[in-house]
């Protein structure tokens, strides 16, 4: 149980364009959803706090019009980047939980922007 | 603000060996402190978890100890097999909601 898919998981594009990416809770209802960035063999770093049907949380430091997130359902969350450039290049991982549940991990996307 | 500093970065250990990873918390509100595993290029898996209302958690050979006067609390692995080589990030919150993560310790096990 508790298995979280995030898609895609890589992916590489042009200077310039916007990424979607999705997350997704396959067997339960994921109240809080979270997105987070990790740079080459360093920490998870959270990025933003999305609660179904709510506005996100963004962190300090976190642009929140290049970084778009949707909590649209109770199992689906999408992290859209804007505009992205290459230091916007990382591995996205988002997590989902269920109340007072721990979170899970889904298995990440790594962008690569050119 | 909210820290949790994780120590050593890196350890290496023989095959059999026990590893013995430690992270100290800022926020003496936290009470809820997760072990993630994470193998290169994969999604962080929980592996152990523990509450503030108890010291120490066990589950064949992980276990996990908290010290909330001393805001600390330990991952120790025994009889450690090449298999658990991987990255382990410990975190802290409250509740289950917001984790603050440690920087990770990179794990080699050595056959």
């Known amino acids: 149980g508790a298995v979280v898919s995030q898609h895609p998981s890589w992916v590489i594009c042009k200077s310039g364009t916007s990424v979607k990416i999705e997350c997704r809770s396959l067997?339960?209802?994921?109240?809080?959803m979270f997105w987070y960035r990790q740079f080459p063999k360093q920490s998870l770093m959270l990025m933003a706090t999305?609660?179904?049907?709510?506005?996100?949380?963004?962190e300090q430091g976190v642009e929140k019009d290049k970084f778009l997130i949707n909590h649209a359902s109770l199992t689906l969350s999408t992290l859209t980047v804007t505009s992205a450039h290459p230091e916007d290049s990382s591995f996205y991982i988002c997590?989902?939980?269920?109340?007072?549940?721990?979170?899970?991990f889904g298995d990440g996307t790594r962008l690569s922007i050119l | 603000g909210e820290n949790v500093e994780q120590h050593p970065s890196t350890l290496s250990v023989q095959e059999g060996d026990s590893a013995v990873i430690k992270c100290t918390y800022s926020?003496?509100?936290?009470?809820?402190f997760p072990w993630y595993k994470q193998e290169l290029g994969k999604r962080p898996q929980l592996i152990i978890d523990?509450?503030?209302?108890?010291g120490e958690k066990k589950d064949q050979r992980i276990a996990v100890t908290l010290n909330k006067t001393a805001k600390h609390f330990s991952l120790h692995i025994t009889e450690t097999q090449p298999e658990d080589s991987a990255v382990y990030f410990c975190?802290?919150?409250?509740?289950?909601?917001?984790?603050?993560f440690g920087t990770g310790t990179r794990l080699k096990v050595l056959a």
């Open positions: 067997d339960f209802q994921a109240t809080t």
């Open positions: 523990i509450r503030s209302n108890v």
């Open positions: 926020d003496s509100a936290s009470n809820y």
């Open positions: 975190a802290a919150s409250k509740g289950t909601y917001k984790y603050i």
């Open positions: 999305s609660n179904e049907g709510s506005k996100a949380t963004y």
């Open positions: 997590s989902a939980k269920d109340g007072d549940q721990p979170q899970h």
